[in-house]
């Protein structure tokens, strides 16, 4: 069985980040052990080194091993170069056990709040996925920006640019989860065989409506996948159930 915590849009700054609501966070997750967390972008809100340094401070008090990949707002003010130096590669790969891979790809473009994959990294990721294929493997991809439209969250404005062509390359090689945030609120679309799912905001005061700050668990084991929304400080529920492929 393996569990991982899906966090994002964090929004380190001084005006949108909540630290209590933060702290608060730390404590539950630290207490799941997670496997793995996955922060889907949006660590900072400015992206100022400043914020970076501020933001690894806190990333530094979670005991699981965390993998990052940028978000619009990271971009900002050459938070892109700021990623690479304080946090890490942009887009990754990691494979687990070897029956498990995750795919980190980064969807956005400095001073920009469009999501966009482009070619060389869908090329990238068309070659990683072909491999899970192959060994037949279970497969996650994380990034930002969400692609589908997410219910509730007003105007449609930063849906990837490019989300046709990611939408294709993913359902047809079977991804089983793909990570998402930049909305702020959580949800769970599943198109053939890929649950596409976005997380909530972990701490920023950037909620809309009523929507409180939540982050996501993944249980997977060999049969199927539980999806939990846990609210910060508040109610954890079932999300959603699915059956694993493999
Ligand atoms: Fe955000
Ligand atoms: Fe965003």
Not at 20 to 33: D, P, T
Not at 45 to 61: C, F, W
Not at 147 to 158: A, D, W
Request: charged share 25%.
């Amino acid at each position: 069985m393996t569990i991982i915590a899906h966090i994002s849009d964090l929004h380190v700054s001084e005006n949108s980040f909540d630290e209590e609501v933060f702290m608060e966070a730390v404590s539950e997750i630290n207490k799941l052990q997670p496997d793995m967390i996955i922060l889907t972008g949006d660590i900072t809100d400015n992206g100022y080194y400043r914020e970076y340094k501020q933001a690894i401070k806190y990333l530094d008090m979670f005991e699981s091993p965390l993998f990052a990949v940028p978000g619009n707002h990271d971009s900002r003010n050459l938070g892109n170069q700021s990623f690479e130096d304080l946090v890490g590669e942009r887009s990754w790969k990691l494979t687990k056990d070897g029956d498990f891979t995750v795919i980190g790809l980064d969807s956005s473009s400095p001073d920009e709040d469009r999501g966009y994959i482009g070619l060389p990294q869908h090329l990238w990721m068309e070659h990683q996925l072909d491999n899970c294929v192959i060994d037949e493997r279970f497969s996650i991809v994380a990034l930002h920006h969400h692609i589908i439209s997410i219910p509730e969250t007003g105007r449609e404005r930063n849906v990837l640019s490019d989300a046709g062509d990611v939408l294709k390359t993913i359902t047809t090689h079977e991804v089983d989860l793909v990570l998402s945030g930049h909305k702020h609120v959580p949800n769970i679309w599943k198109i053939n065989n890929t649950v596409i799912v976005n997380a909530g905001s972990l701490c920023s005061k950037k909620l809309r409506g009523k929507n409180r700050n939540s982050y996501n668990v993944y249980i997977i084991d060999d049969k199927e996948i539980e999806i939990f929304l846990n609210n910060v400080g508040g109610e954890k529920f079932l999300f959603g159930k699915y059956q694993r492929k493999y």
